[in-house]
């Protein structure tokens, strides 16, 4: 892309923040350094670790070895109650990072819960430092154009699971950024719904065995694979082939990056820039659509072909 083109898409992008008459001010390209954590909206409830012990699906609740909580709260096992999408990632035996909400009258729960296992950690780490690598060299370049192959990745899915992208490898991919919390009916849910109409379409001609869609969020540390996998269930999303993907927020700053998405906290919300990228059984882009309208049958017909 050459720098007349890049100038040309970033003063599209910037008028489009400007078009949504109030909620965007954005003007800053790059993302923020990795260490500022004032760019992050607030997530409710008192940090804690631990490991499940033993799942109770007929009470709602995880029975939870916690460590200490410095100022709080001793170890202790300890019975937390959880949302159902909590409750269906949870895994006996599985430590886990999470906020604790203290209800009143002697009841707990948790919630924003993450899977802390060595070895998914590890690959999620992997990962997410190739990534970082890769975007430093790219530098002022970083961003990948349509032709341009998709960069390698892994996140955790809304059950909790790995998901490197290279699993996808062989189909079309449909990728977009959203985040559960947005107001905006004509932002991340409009996004979602054009994305399961691409989905609908091409099931409708009984391919959808060569088609794989993927959310991820501009949150991570709010969005996490249980707040996600209750975010589709409450919409009734398919993810059978739909993944909505999270996972460390340097991982998700450089994808926002080499995508060319334009995001940050202002206030109580995320201002941002929406972009819909249509990959290749290759792993090539070779489409992209930007802003929240875009023409969802071209898309399913692209799929098709």
Partial sequence: MSSVQRIAQLV?????LLSLGGMAGCNRVDPPTNGDRAERLEVPGIPLTGQIIKIDPERGTLLVDHDEIPDYMPPMVMEFHVTSAELANAEEGQRIRARLIEEG?????????????DLARTQIGTAAAALRQDTTIRGNKAYRAVGENLPDFALYDQTGQVVNISRFRGKHVLINFIYTRCPIATMCPAAV????????RVAEADASDRLELISITFDPEYDTPGVLRAFAEARGIDTSNYSFLTGPETAIKDLLRQFGVIAEVEGPLIQHTLATLLIDPAGRIIDRADGSQWDADQFARKVLR
Avoid: C, N, Y
Avoid at 105 to 117: R, V
């Fill in 12 to 16: 599209a992008a910037a008028t489009f």
């Fill in 193 to 200: 719904m054009l994305m399961e109409t691409v989905q609908q």
């Fill in 105 to 117: 009258e002697g009841k707990f729960s948790l919630s924003h819960i993450w899977p802390q296992e």
